[in-house]
T-cell receptor, first 112, second 115 residues
Framework: AQSVTQLGSHVSVSEGALVLLRCNYSSSVPPYLFWYVQYPNQGLQLLLKYTSAATLVKGINGFEAEFKKSETSFHLTKPSAHMSDAAEYFCALNTGGFKTIFGAGTRLFVKA | ETGVTQTPRHLVMGMTNKKSLKCEQHLGHNAMYWYKQSAKKPLELMFVYSLEERVENNSVPSRFSPECPNSSHLFLHLHTLQPEDSALYLC??????????????FGNGTRLTVT
C-alpha cells in the first residue's frame, strides 16, 4: 500500500531563513510525487511535481524538491523564506489511477 | 474565467435543508473530483468522474449525491446533513488519471457549516 508521511505538522522559520519541509513516502512501484500549497481560504495549488525526468525538481515561488529513492524522500526546500510563504503544504503521491494519496500537511509559519 | 470555480464560497444550512454545491472547470480536463477537507484530518476523496461517468464513490453517505452533466460541470447535492459534515468541500479536475502524473487543479472550495 502507498502512503505519505510529512514530518512535523507545524514548522516555524524566520524571514530569510531556509525552509525545509519533510516528506517520506512508501510505494511498491515508482511513484509520481507532488507538492501542493494551500493559502488561507483557498484551494490547493500545485507547487511542483516529480515524474522521473529529473530528481531535482524546481517549482513556483522559488521552491524545489529532490527525489531520493534510497531514502524514499521528497523534501521541499526554499533558500530564503518570505512572509508570503506562510501557508499549509501538502506532499502527495500517485502511482496510476484516480487516487492521489495526500500527507496530513505541514503548516509553515514565517516570523518577521 | 479560468481554472476551477466553485460556488458558493460559504454555505450555512440546517440539518433538514437541501442545497447544492457547484463546480465548473475551464481547463478542458476530462476528470473531476469532490474532496472533503476537515480540520485535523487528511484530504478525503469523495467522488470521481471521468468523462461524466462516476468511477469512484468512496463509501460516502447517501445524503451526498453527485451529478456530472458534462465534463465541465460538477455538482454535489446535499440533504439532511449532520453537524459532522461541516467542512471545506473542494472540487478538482485533471487531464485524465490513468498514469497518475497529471496534477490536480483545485477550486477555492465551499466552506459548509451545518447547524
Amino acid at each position: 500500500a502507498q502512503s505519505v508521511t510529512q514530518l512535523g505538522s507545524h514548522v516555524s522559520v524566520s524571514e530569510g531563513a531556509l525552509v525545509l519541509l519533510r516528506c517520506n513516502y512508501s510505494s511498491s512501484v515508482p511513484p509520481y510525487l507532488f507538492w501542493y500549497v494551500q493559502y488561507p481560504n483557498q484551494g490547493l495549488q500545485l507547487l511542483l511535481k516529480y515524474t522521473s525526468a529529473a530528481t531535482l525538481v524546481k517549482g513556483i515561488n522559488g521552491f524545489e524538491a529532490e527525489f531520493k529513492k534510497s531514502e524514499t524522500s521528497f523534501h521541499l526546500t526554499k533558500p530564503s523564506a518570505h512572509m508570503s510563504d506562510a501557508a499549509e503544504y501538502f506532499c502527495a503521491l500517485n502511482t496510476g489511477g484516480f487516487k492521489t494519496i495526500f500527507g496530513a500537511g505541514t503548516r509553515l509559519f514565517v516570523k518577521a | 474565467e479560468t481554472g476551477v470555480t466553485q460556488t458558493p464560497r460559504h454555505l450555512v444550512m440546517g440539518m433538514t435543508n437541501k442545497k447544492s454545491l457547484k463546480c465548473e472547470q475551464h481547463l478542458g480536463h476530462n476528470a473531476m473530483y469532490w474532496y472533503k477537507q476537515s480540520a485535523k484530518k487528511p484530504l478525503e476523496l469523495m467522488f470521481v468522474y471521468s468523462l461524466e461517468e462516476r468511477v469512484e464513490n468512496n463509501s460516502v453517505p447517501s445524503r451526498f449525491s453527485p451529478e456530472c452533466p458534462n465534463s465541465s460541470h460538477l455538482f454535489l447535492h446535499l440533504h439532511t446533513l449532520q453537524p459532522e459534515d461541516s467542512a471545506l468541500y473542494l472540487c478538482a479536475s485533471s487531464q485524465g488519471f490513468d498514469r497518475g502524473n497529471s496534477p490536480l487543479h483545485f477550486g477555492n472550495g465551499t466552506r459548509l457549516t451545518v447547524t
